[in-house]
């Protein structure tokens, strides 16, 4: 793969790592604070999505007309379009899991890069968790 | 329903949130994939050759934006209040969970709802509200 799309994917990263702490989003507490609808609730995580969505749309309208990337890579964008009990089980799931600690993947990377301890056990258990998957999955 | 006026951030989380959809933009438009975190990582755990360096490419922006966040502010403090033997399971759940379900709130959130995928609005309603009950559950009632 060119060195500048590899760069290109290394800024993708760093920009969703940026909006993600200057959203709050890094923080576990904010988010629980969004999911606590009985509590004092926090609508801050909404408006996130809604940032995000905004841009989101109209990338997405640009990027499904075309067939080739800016950095001519093919455009690899989801084709499966079944509802199934694997994805409402695993997305069950994966909403328990963080309900419990307020942690999904990327803010769990990012608190890694925080260098905050209970991130690391967090994402350990997380690439345990994706082992798992592998180990009773493949081949598909 | 009492909302926290004062822990609500309506400008950094709007600001923050067009970022991300800007991360996204910029992965769909340059290199023509969908900016979805757990597909990303859990995809290094079955290596492909010649789909192995994008990945990391990714992930060290992700892991290193305090670095460059740091920089230009003082970095946020995360508040971790779970302790390691929930911290195991929220993280066994978020692996498995996200695997089977195909995506997190990266994928199915933001990208998924910004194609409008019915799909990735199912997934986005199931996880929300398992996230709801779960916080509900731990702190409402147990």
């Not at chain 1, 890094?26 to 905004?54: E, H, R, T």
């Not at chain 1, 990377?109 to 998957?133: D, H, N, P």
């Not at chain 2, 979805?36 to 995809?43: A, E, H, K, N, R």
């Amino acid at each position: 793969m060119p060195i500048k799309n590899l760069l290109a994917a290394l800024l993708a990263g760093l920009v969703f790592g940026l909006g993600l702490l200057v959203s709050g989003m890094a923080d576990p507490a904010k988010v629980l604070g969004f999911l606590d609808l009985a509590g004092a609730w926090d609508p801050s995580l909404a408006l996130v999505m809604a940032g995000a969505i905004g841009v989101g749309l109209l990338a997405f309208r640009v990027a499904g007309a075309r067939t080739r990337s800016l950095l001519d890579e093919p455009m690899r964008l989801p084709v499966l379009r079944v509802i199934d009990r694997r994805l409402v089980l695993g997305s069950l799931a994966f909403g328990a899991g963080w309900g419990l600690a307020g942690f999904c993947p990327g803010p769990g990377l990012v608190a890694l890069g925080l260098l905050q301890g209970k991130a690391f056990i967090f994402v350990l258990a997380m690439l345990a968790g994706m082992g798992v998957f592998e180990l009773f999955d493949r081949p598909r | 329903m009492n909302i926290a006026w004062s822990a609500f951030t309506p400008w950094s989380a709007l600001a923050g949130g067009a970022l991300i959809g800007l991360a996204a933009a910029l992965f769909v438009l340059l290199n023509g994939r969908i900016a979805g975190i757990s597909g990303i990582l859990g995809g290094l755990l079955r290596p492909v050759r010649g789909d192995i360096a994008w990945r990391l490419a990714f992930l060290a922006g992700l892991i290193g934006a305090p670095l460059v966040y740091g920089l230009f502010a003082p970095l946020p403090q995360p508040h971790i209040e779970a302790g390691t033997g929930w911290l195991i399971a929220a993280g066994l759940l978020v692996g498995v969970g996200t695997r089977y379900g195909a995506g997190c709130t990266s994928g199915h959130g933001v990208c998924g709802l910004s194609r409008l995928s019915p799909r990735s609005l199912v997934a986005t309603l199931a996880f929300m509200a398992a996230g709801f009950v779960t916080v509900y559950l731990l702190r409402h009632v147990i």
